[in-house]
């Protein structure tokens, strides 16, 4: 008999007899029976509070009623939901609150979806018996960008000010005052903008009434007349549903269900960065390049003029002087169709894309220890973990909604939370052991920890004796990465080492997660390795709350690996240089396929700046700001004969182009995004598209075409069908199947339910393998003439290259500008204070930035953030390659400050 | 009996505040050339606070107590009482054989407040003279922790801060809760105006409620104790800090006490003002460092409380009961009180009483009793009409049931609680609307804003309870307050809240006659609700002398000597002193149901139309 079968009981609710699992709330039965109690300060994201009083219900025995919300059901308990005293008591507190509540209804913005409006109608209070008498006070407040603030309408119910502490743990708000004059607020009213809000706008998502709601959504519309669109997000690869909200074609809104996949969070950019989409400065027509300005031309002329162009490259130059670049933020029918393009219609495999720039190394890494590269458990399996290693991620910031359910597996459930990072990101402050590394030394550290688990007897044996293979390889290595060896290279201190160690390998579940931080070095593959070695060695893998788990940068760039934009492989990491996948593929395209592996990202602008490629077609990416050594880029793509790229807007890169092609925003066109967890989601047309924008997949279709073939798809639905068809890992789904709250591959049949966890029993590759990996220093270390580190990343409120969040009015004000984070002890000794500018030079080049001195920077490394054209990093960063995974080293390079 | 002579000051907070710096001072002086040598010593607060400056004389004769002493008595005292042993006999409050105080304390049964004015407080070796110190030490050395807790079980102990919740069962709760680290907290935020038992228990025994935390700390398995302290109690935090240190001193408190294993440690943590920090949960949030803001129970802190381990709180009342049930054993404690109310109840006696002071009484005792045997009666004649007890949310009860026992069930039937045992007796110049929106805007005030019914309700409460004391309410409003009263009473989150409304239910029920005149008639019949009264001059008992026109504050009083005065009603602010010094009784405060208020009422109206 299983556990729960006998701890369920009995208990009585209006009558009736229902049988429940322990620590079931009243509430919870009451939502599972479709019984209605009323509720406003209860919020499922939060602990029970009870303030509001709304949803008390009357317990047998008990004096008084108790709130729903919070009472835990035990044996034989017996309550009723709405008897006659319970109906006048929550009458009475309706009352009150409508009594101490301006009546604004016929201009409130939240009229329509605000909950005391709602009780109010349900339980008809009107004309409260208590008005007349005072209203609280209201304290001055400053205005505020994105989150608009009227005190005058609160309710106190502190949903607020919980969210902002429990889920986001960014503590800029509180309860101020007492009794009948408290107010919600910042400390002594400040800006939000000058304390630590985030502007996650998780306080508006969780408001009840219209005290907090979207400032830019004022007077745009009544909540009924919008219309309201469920897709997936279009900044990082987390997968978080939205709803878009439309009047007149315009986003006015952007919410997410409570019942989405992420409860109903969303970070700043999901929330608050929708002003890209109709942005006066989106293509409405293809441009061609007249001397050194742009003109509008048709699509007839320009799709004509490209496939001209193109046939004439193959001609002269054969087909792999053509070259192309797909892109991780279109959708999986989008980078299908495009390396189907590039492979059968031009007939290279020269097509990459910017996962080289993130994941190539785990792609690489995790395909050879474990058969699959992708992130091998779920979202959500992070709750469940008793220890959380996260290396070289700075989870709250680049994936915030995954960084919440670290917060909360640590704050809330008693993870132990380890944090290996050379900064002071948000994280170290909730970790019960932070282990700062010299940047580019991850391997040296992965190898102490398994040091110290070798050496303590916490590896599972019987893991490594049944589910891998090549352990003594390892074994053979470990014993010379003593702690204090590791400490002379790292700097992270030998005990503390231990004691990261211990947590990890001691917890019955333990989950890694990493990012970039691990991926973009020269040592990025065998850091990734590493990472495999210990997960494996202390069988962390293969359940739930375990595995090796790397976050995706892009919302779709796991579908454009998946989708065979990789030079290396086709759809479903079929591979090139296998004569069958060659065979299978061509069949299915009625082609034959190239055989050669084509060329990556960074070998592409070698290739194009030595002139052997003379073609590049680039769909929305922006390697000017995005890739290492952008000075070199620039030449390279100046030197092109022909050059065409599609995008949103007239990018940095695209300015350089010979002919840019109009495409469409995520929320312009239907198809489906592959999230970090594998997870197939859709996104859905929810406004047309400004001028002549055409969607990517309908302008490669074009192209194709213009180029002499016949490709014909009615709608994404049926591309999709076809990358079933074709592609193993995909072939159980369907737009039909993944309507919900999609798929998560692998799903190789109708039948499927996905797959949530990999290697469950045994890996894609049958053993585990382990690879014995020594440590190597980065490619350029600090020296005499460039003696501090530079190391690139993301800022929380920016994505990518910026051309997204700063379109947005107000994002630019919520976080730095082209800033360089630098250690308070370097500010000194250079005589920066923040704000000040500051010249920061290396071998490529120099760039000049503002100096923002924090302590997140430690002594010696400099941060900086890649998003901005007034300061791009990336003049500065080292287009060094892993020799794998080819991924340039953004995260480590000499410099100085001039 | 003593074999030399001592005087000891009363130097707890209400002598201090009665002068009794200046008359130590004043011995300090006189003393220094005395023909007989006199220790001069400081003790606590014996309870009579009325008679303060309270000092003792202890001559190889015996003791005797003065009352009301003032620095100019003092050179007398000295002079013919401690050089020639002859007490004076007119100043004496308490002696040996009884004085006229005596039946003050001859009713009372002093158990918490049984060192209180008998011993220095700052002086541990005093309360070890007393058998200080010997609970704790027969605990560790006698008794296993569940011992402990089983006789503080049997003797029925319940908590004094209010709720009344059986001792016994909250440290078996504590001590059976899972959690490696737990902790003691002595509430000490007492908060109830009018209440001073702890503050005069921390002042004059501080170690009695040392010893009863370590008793609990044994018994339940802490190592923590915390004495969670309002800030207004300097005096107080002052003496808990320095008996803390010598308890130390002599290894009473800290690692190993007695040789044992047992340690324990105690803080102390000072409230910032919140009333509301009384409420537990509150409590423990503001010592995290919180804001003071009640939370859900359950948990209750016994299983997860002070950092979410295993708490348990008494307040400091319950804790100084502790040692001396120890040392006498639970059955005599239990053969103290009612069937449901065992031992004694501190009562701070307040309001129209002739002996206001700190009385301990056994539970059980009459209502009356208390007034009329230990209180002495109404103070200057004034007329029983009835007590207000319980504190600020406790309740009203009517001078028809004064024969209502004291003990926690009996109370709570009449409507009115225990709680920290104020009470305040009340007499026929007492409005009981007026009283009920005084204790109505305490709660208001000190609501702590989160839950709707305590932080809306009570604000809408007191509107009405405005509404009805200037005369503007309608009978509706009756309805819509009891409305709100018992659905705040039966909604709100905390205790607070939940009987907040005790004073306007428990004055509903008893003199709902007293809100239909305000409503009905515009009248107060004790004349103190201002809007309802005038203040008028009788011209048939004026002598026109005008000692009024000299004494109003406002120059609300025209006319001169010689002259008609007459009280400009547009000016008046009722302050009543023209009242209290007119030397003919020729003014008076007067309600509408007087002739001289309908008088005034048509000359004002006879004046508006002529304008």
Not at chain 1, 559 to 582: I, W
Not at chain 2, 511 to 536: M, P, Q, S
Request: aromatic fraction near 6%; proline fraction near 5%; include cysteine.
């Amino acid at each position: 008999m299983s556990k729960t079968a006998t701890d369920k009981f009995t208990v009585n609710i209006n009558g009736e007899d229902h049988k429940v699992e322990p620590k079931t709330t009243i509430l919870d039965l009451a939502d599972d029976l479709g019984i209605k109690i009323p509720t406003l300060c209860h919020d499922p994201r939060l602990k029970p509070f009870g303030a509001c009083r709304l949803c008390l219900v009357e317990l047998e025995g008990a004096r008084n009623p108790v709130p729903a919300c919070a009472t835990i059901l035990g044996p034989k308990m017996v309550i009723k939901t709405d008897t006659e005293r319970i109906h006048a008591i929550r009458k009475t507190i309706i009352g009150l609150l409508l009594s101490d509540h301006p009546s604004d209804c016929l201009t409130c913005d939240t009229c329509g979806d605000c909950r005391l409006q709602e009780y109010a109608y349900e339980y008809g209070v009107r004309e409260a018996d208590f008005k007349g008498g005072e209203l609280h006070p209201v304290r001055p407040q400053e205005s505020d960008p994105f989150i608009g603030r009227d005190m005058s309408k609160c309710i106190l119910c502190g949903r607020c000010v919980r969210i902002c502490d429990e889920v986001e743990a960014a503590f800029a708000i509180d309860w101020t005052y007492r009794g009948f004059e408290t107010q919600v607020n910042t400390p002594y009213g400040e800006s939000l903008l000058d304390t630590t809000c985030e502007f996650c706008g998780l306080c508006v998502s969780t408001c009840p009434v219209g005290a907090l709601t979207e400032a830019r959504s004022k007077g745009k519309h009544r909540v009924w007349e919008a219309k309201k669109t469920l897709t997936t997000c279009p900044y990082c690869g987390t997968g978080c549903e939205l709803e878009l909200h439309v009047k007149d074609n315009q986003i006015t809104k952007v919410k997410s269900r409570p019942d989405s996949l992420n409860h109903g969070n969303l970070c700043v950019k999901g929330k608050f960065g929708y002003d890209f989409v109709n942005s006066p400065e989106r293509l409405k027509k293809p441009l061609l390049k007249k001397g050194t300005d742009f003109v509008e031309i048709e699509w007839e002329e320009a799709l004509g003029l490209m496939a001209k162009k193109f046939a004439k490259i193959k001609s002269e130059n054969g087909p792999d002087a053509i070259a192309g670049l797909s892109s991780a933020k279109c959708s999986n029918e989008e980078n299908y169709l495009f390396q189907k393009l590039m492979r059968s219609v031009i007939g290279t495999n020269n097509v990459d894309h910017c996962a080289r720039l993130c994941h190539a190394s785990t792609v690489a890494g995790l395909a050879i220890s474990f058969g699959s590269g992708a992130m091998t458990n779920s979202i959500d399996d992070i709750e469940d973990a008793g220890a959380i290693l996260v290396i070289g991620s700075n989870t709250t910031e680049a994936h915030p909604i995954i960084g919440l359910g670290v917060l909360k597996a640590a704050r809330e459930k008693g993870a132990k939370l380890i944090v290996i990072d050379p900064r002071g990101i948000k994280l170290t402050k909730f970790a019960d052991v932070w282990l700062p590394q010299k940047p580019g030394t991850d391997v040296a550290v992965l190898n102490g920890l398994m040091h110290v688990i070798m050496e303590e007897g916490l590896a599972d044996k019987d893991f490594i004796k049944e589910r891998t293979e090549d352990f003594e390889a390892l074994e053979k290595l470990l014993p010379e990465y003593t702690p204090e060896k590791v400490e002379e290279i790292s700097g992270v201190p030998a005990d503390d080492l231990r004691l990261a160690a211990r947590m990890y390998a001691e917890a019955d579940a333990a989950s890694v997660i990493y990012s970039m931080g691990i991926t973009q070095h020269t040592t990025g593959v065998d850091n990734v390795k590493s990472i495999a070695n210990l997960a494996m060695l202390t069988g962390n893998l293969g359940r739930r709350g375990t595995g090796v788990n790397p976050l995706r940068g892009q919302n779709n760039v796991q579908g454009a690996c998946d989708m065979g934009a990789l030079p290396n492989v086709y759809p479903g990491y079929q591979k090139v240089a296998e004569e069958a996948s060659r065979d299978k593929l061509g069949k299915a395209w009625g082609c034959s396929l190239p055989d050669s592996t084509g060329l990556t990202v960074v070998e592409i602008m070698n290739a194009a700046a030595d002139g052997s490629v003379k073609g590049l077609y680039i769909m929305g990416e922006n390697p000017m700001l995005s890739d290492p050594d952008v000075g070199h880029v620039e030449e390279a793509l100046e030197n092109l004969d022909f050059f065409v790229v599609q995008d949103i807007f007239l990018t940095e890169t695209a300015a350089l182009a010979d002919l840019v092609l109009p495409g469409q925003t995520f929320a312009e066109k239907d198809g489906t995004f592959t999230s970090t967890e594998r997870r197939v989601q859709r996104i859905r047309k929810a406004i047309k598209p400004p001028g002549e924008a055409r969607s990517d997949w309908q302008i490669i279709t074009d192209v194709a075409n213009a180029m002499g073939d016949d490709m014909a798809y009615n709608s994404p639905s049926e591309i999709m069908d076809e990358i079933a068809s074709v592609t193993p890992s995909y072939g159980g789904m369907s737009f039909e199947r993944i309507d919900k709250v999609g798929l998560q591959w692998p799903c190789p049949d109708k039948d499927h339910p996905g797959t949530p966890v990999l290697h469950v029993g045994k890996f894609k590759r049958g053993l585990g393998k382990f690879h014995p990996v020594n440590f190597k220093p980065p490619a350029e270390e600090p020296d005499a003439e460039y003696p501090m580190i530079l190391t690139t990343g993301r800022l929380l409120n920016q994505f990518h290259t910026g051309t997204m969040t700063r379109k947005t009015e107000g994002m630019d004000e919520v976080g730095p500008i082209a800033s360089a984070e630098i250690s308070p002890k370097d500010a000194k000794k250079h005589n920066l204070k923040t704000g000040d500018k500051v010249k920061l030079v290396t071998r490529r080049g120099e760039i000049e930035a503002n100096a923002l001195v924090t302590d997140k920077s430690r002594p010696g490394i400099i941060f900086m953030p890649f998003h901005f054209h007034e300061a791009p990093a990336n003049r500065l960063t080292n287009p060094a390659l892993d020799p794998i995974a080819k991924i340039p080293e953004f995260k480590v390079c000499a410099v100085r400050i001039k | 009996m003593p074999s030399k002579t001592k005087v000891i000051v009363g130097l707890g907070s209400c002598g201090l505040a009665a002068g009794a710096k200046d008359v130590f001072s004043a011995f300090e002086k006189e003393l220094a050339s005395s023909k007989v040598t006199a220790e001069l010593g400081q003790t606590g607060c014996v309870g009579l606070c009325y008679r303060e400056v309270l000092v003792d004389v202890i001559t190889p004769d015996g003791k005797v107590t003065y009352g009301e002493v003032v620095p100019k008595m003092v050179s007398r005292i000295v002079e013919e009482h401690v050089n020639d042993g002859k007490p004076i006999s007119e100043w004496i409050a308490l002696d040996d054989n009884g004085g006229e105080e005596a039946p003050f304390l001859a009713e009372q049964k002093r158990i918490v407040l049984r060192n209180c004015g008998q011993l220095d407080p700052e002086k541990i070796d005093d309360y070890l003279a007393v058998d200080g110190y010997k609970a704790i030490e027969k605990a560790i050395k006698k008794m296993a922790p569940e011992k402990v807790v089983e006789e503080i079980k049997a003797s029925g102990l319940r908590g004094r801060g209010g709720a009344g919740f059986t001792t016994g069962l909250k440290w078996e709760f504590t001590r059976n809760a899972p959690g490696d680290k737990k902790y003691i907290i002595c509430n000490a935020d007492e908060g109830d105006p009018g209440a001073f038992m702890d503050r005069s228990v921390l002042e004059s025994d501080p170690h009695s409620v040392i010893e009863g935390m370590l008793i609990a700390g044994y018994a339940i398995g802490a190592g923590e104790g915390y004495i969670y302290c309002r800030a207004e109690y300097p005096l107080a935090i002052e003496r808990l800090g320095k008996a803390i240190d010598e308890a130390k001193g002599k290894g009473l408190l800290g690692d190993s006490i007695l040789g044992s294993d047992f340690s324990f440690n105690i803080k102390i943590k000072e409230g910032a003002g919140a009333f509301v920090c009384g409420e537990e949960t509150a409590l423990m949030a503001s010592i995290e460092g919180r804001r003071g803001m009640p939370r859900l129970r359950p948990p209750f802190p016994a299983t997860s409380g002070l950092w979410e381990n295993p708490t348990c709180i008494n307040n400091v009342e319950t804790f100084a009961n502790v040692a001396w049930i120890v040392n006498h054993g639970a059955k005599e404690y239990a053969a103290i009180g009612t069937k449901g109310s065992k031992g004694t109840k501190v009562f701070a006696l307040t309001g129209k009483i002739a002996r206001s002071g700190l009385a301990e009484v056994p539970m059980g005792m009459t209502l009356k009793d208390v007034v009329f045997k230990v209180g002495g009666g109404m103070k200057e004649g004034g007329e029983f009409k009835g007590v207000q007890i319980g504190g600020p949310t406790g309740g009203c009860l009517p001078a028809e049931i004064i024969e209502t026992e004291v003990d926690y069930d009996s109370l709570t039937q009449t409507g009115a609680t225990m709680g920290s045992g104020g009470m305040v007796i009340l007499d026929q110049t007492t409005c009981m609307v007026d009283l009920a929106r005084f204790f109505m805007s305490f709660a208001q005030n000190e609501s702590c804003g989160k839950c709707v019914p305590c932080r809306v309700g009570t604000k809408r409460i007191l509107e009405i309870l405005d509404k009805i004391t200037a005369g503007q309410a309608e009978e509706a409003d009756l309805e819509t307050l009891k409305v709100l009263a018992v659905d705040i009473k039966a909604s709100s989150l905390c205790g607070l809240g939940q009987t907040a409304p005790n004073p306007v239910l428990s004055t509903l029920r008893y003199f709902e006659n007293e809100y239909l005149e305000h409503i009905n008639e515009g009248y107060c019949r004790a004349g103190v609700c201002a809007d309802l009264t005038k203040v008028v001059i009788s011209q048939k008992l004026c002598r026109q002398c005008a000692v009024c026109i000299r004494h109003c504050p406002v120059t609300a009083i025209s006319g001169a000597r010689h002259e008609l005065t007459e009280i400009s009603q547009g000016d008046c602010t009722q302050c009543q002193v023209c009242v209290a010094t007119c030397p003919w009784d020729a003014i008076a405060v007067v309600s509408p149901r007087s002739a001289e208020f309908k008088d005034e009422q048509s000359e004002e109206s006879a004046e508006v139309t002529t304008e």
